[in-house]
């Protein structure tokens, strides 16, 4: 199963159908815990020079996690969810096979808007127990964001970067969750940022 795959399914609605597709990544391991990286919309399943690539191989390597990577195509307004429950539904219908465990928990780090679609739903999943929210698209349905967060019962750490427009949203974050702000880091965490990024999961999810 260590290999790249294609999930497909149809959405239907009033009439309509909507053919998706889905790239993902699995790498098996026996660990209970398998760990998902979420790209921001139109995101690609290994990320700007192989970022989420690096970053899912350092979490096994250091870890011995199950690990996984999806892309996050752009679908439709009305289904922003729609790439991130079709992945985690892929996950657990075959948990066994992938970290030779019946009981598993998942931890993910999200980016932009694949965060803010995580944040909305992992409470929905009592598999997921870490989150690691980066640059968060507060923009998108923020008091679904806030509700949804607030339903969560496992650990989050939000991420910022100092450029970020969501970064105005620390000061209600801090009182609750830990919170992280990078100095100078934009929304993509581009250029000497990159790095920082990279290893974010190490330091953040502990």
């Given at each position: 199963?260590?290999?790249?795959?294609?999930?497909?399914?149809?959405?239907?609605?009033?009439?309509?159908?909507?053919?998706?597709?889905?790239?993902?990544?699995?790498?098996?391991?026996?660990?209970?815990?398998?760990?998902?990286?979420?790209?921001?919309?139109?995101?690609?399943?290994?990320?700007?020079?192989?970022?989420?690539?690096?970053?899912?191989?350092?979490?096994?390597?250091?870890?011995?996690?199950?690990?996984?990577?999806?892309?996050?195509?752009?679908?439709?307004?009305?289904?922003?969810?729609?790439?991130?429950?079709?992945?985690?539904?892929?996950?657990?219908?075959?948990?066994?096979?992938?970290?030779?465990n019946d009981d598993i928990e998942i931890h993910i780090m999200a980016h932009s808007a694949g965060a803010a679609v995580i944040a909305q739903i992992a409470w929905e999943y009592?598999?997921?127990?870490?989150?690691?929210?980066?640059?968060?698209?507060?923009?998108?349905?923020?008091?679904?964001?806030?509700?949804?967060?607030?339903?969560?019962?496992?650990?989050?750490?939000?991420?910022?970067?100092?450029?970020?427009?969501?970064?105005?949203?620390?000061?209600?974050?801090?009182?609750?969750?830990?919170?992280?702000?990078?100095?100078?880091?934009?929304?993509?965490?581009?250029?000497?940022?990159?790095?920082?990024?990279?290893?974010?999961?190490?330091?953040?999810?502990?």
């Amino acid at each position: 199963m260590n290999e790249y795959n294609k999930l497909t399914w149809a959405i239907e609605n009033k009439g309509f159908k909507i053919d998706c597709n889905l790239d993902i990544f699995i790498s098996p391991a026996n660990n209970k815990t398998i760990f998902i990286t979420i790209p921001g919309v139109d995101g690609s399943i290994d990320g700007y020079k192989d970022k989420y690539k690096r970053i899912t191989e350092n979490m096994q390597k250091e870890h011995g996690y199950a690990i996984a990577r999806m892309a996050n195509p752009y679908i439709s307004s009305l289904y922003w969810d729609s790439n991130i429950r079709e992945m985690l539904e892929y996950i657990l219908s075959n948990k066994k096979e992938i970290t030779g465990n019946d009981d598993i928990e998942i931890h993910i780090m999200a980016h932009s808007a694949g965060a803010a679609v995580i944040a909305q739903i992992a409470w929905e999943y009592p598999e997921i127990t870490k989150l690691l929210l980066v640059n968060t698209a507060f923009g998108l349905k923020p008091e679904k964001i806030l509700k949804g967060i607030e339903s969560f019962s496992g650990q989050i750490n939000f991420v910022f970067g100092s450029k970020d427009p969501s970064v105005g949203w620390v000061e209600n974050l801090k009182e609750k969750y830990n919170v992280r702000v990078i100095d100078g880091a934009d929304h993509n965490f581009s250029d000497e940022h990159l790095e920082t990024f990279i290893k974010l999961p190490t330091k953040e999810t502990k």
